[in-house]
């Protein structure tokens, strides 16, 4: 089992920036890919931005350039640095983790909230 805890959200103006954090804890020499998700009330959740235990990322197209995910492994924590935030990034953001037997774990999510 892995536990993960999210930290960092808020509310901010469009332009502004925040740092997402969700730290793993349990059975964390099992993780291996870590990523963000995000999700707005009646749509469909969407990819962020995901980091291999080696430390190749993937983006969505809607925050490339603009947002930026690392992991430190020593502290099997993984982050989402947002910057350039627009209203339309409004959502709650989730933390997922893949296992190396490729079991999935989520964080309870953080609220982003960007005005205009």
């Known amino acids: 089992q892995v536990q993960l805890v999210e930290s960092g959200g808020g509310l901010v103006q469009a332009g502004g920036s925040l740092r997402l954090s969700c730290a793993a804890s349990?059975?964390?020499?099992?993780?291996?890919?870590m990523g963000w998700y995000r999700q707005v009330p009646g749509k469909q959740r969407e990819l962020v931005a995901t980091?291999?235990?080696?430390?190749?990322?993937n983006y969505a197209d809607s925050v490339k350039g603009r947002f930026t995910i690392s992991r430190d492994n020593a502290k099997n924590t993984v982050y989402l640095q947002m910057n350039s935030l627009k209203p339309e990034d409004t959502a709650v953001y989730c933390c997922?983790?893949?296992?190396?037997?490729?079991?999935?774990?989520w964080g309870q999510g953080t609220q982003v909230t960007v005005s205009s």
């Open positions: 997922n983790v893949v296992t190396i037997v490729n079991k999935g774990y």
């Open positions: 349990g059975s964390i020499f099992s993780i291996n890919d």
């Open positions: 980091i291999t235990r080696g430390g190749n990322t």
